[in-house]
């Protein structure tokens, strides 16, 4: 793993990634985005900017849980979680996530099928 800095709306974060989420991360652009990764851990952030305080913190931002769903976005796709991470500071909003689930995770797992 190792560190990455990544862009948010209202500023920036640094994380670990795994390869994974670094593809997920990487929209092809020469940048970074904290959105499509889905939610880091506090553990994984080192650091955050804030565009409001102007400043680097050397620590992860807040994560602020908005609310458990349980939303049908697509066939197969449900939202299950989303939130913000805020400054530690003044609680502005540094980025934002979402987790996703495959209605039919359980089945594919262990199975390893072709996708069609
Ligand atoms: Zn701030």
């Given at each position: 793993?190792?560190?990455?800095?990544l862009q948010g709306?209202?500023?920036?974060v640094?994380?670990?990634?795994?390869?994974?989420?670094?593809?997920?991360?990487?929209?092809?652009?020469?940048?970074?985005f904290l959105a499509?990764i889905?939610?880091?851990?506090?553990?994984?952030?080192?650091?955050?900017?804030?565009?409001?305080?102007?400043?680097?913190?050397?620590?992860?931002?807040?994560?602020?849980?908005?609310?458990?769903?349980?939303?049908?976005?697509?066939?197969?796709?449900?939202?299950?979680?989303?939130?913000?991470?805020?400054?530690?500071?003044?609680?502005?909003?540094?980025g934002?996530?979402?987790?996703?689930?495959?209605?039919?995770?359980?089945?594919?797992?262990?199975?390893?099928?072709?996708?069609?």
């Amino acid at each position: 793993m190792s560190e990455h800095k990544l862009q948010g709306s209202g500023g920036y974060v640094f994380a670990s990634l795994t390869d994974e989420q670094l593809k997920k991360a990487d929209l092809g652009v020469g940048k970074l985005f904290l959105a499509p990764i889905g939610k880091l851990e506090s553990d994984k952030m080192s650091k955050h900017y804030c565009n409001n305080c102007e400043t680097e913190f050397n620590n992860p931002p807040k994560i602020n849980l908005e609310e458990n769903t349980n939303e049908q976005v697509a066939d197969n796709l449900v939202l299950v979680e989303r939130g913000q991470y805020t400054c530690e500071k003044c609680g502005s909003i540094i980025g934002e996530y979402r987790v996703f689930k495959k209605n039919d995770e359980s089945e594919e797992a262990g199975k390893a099928k072709p996708q069609s």
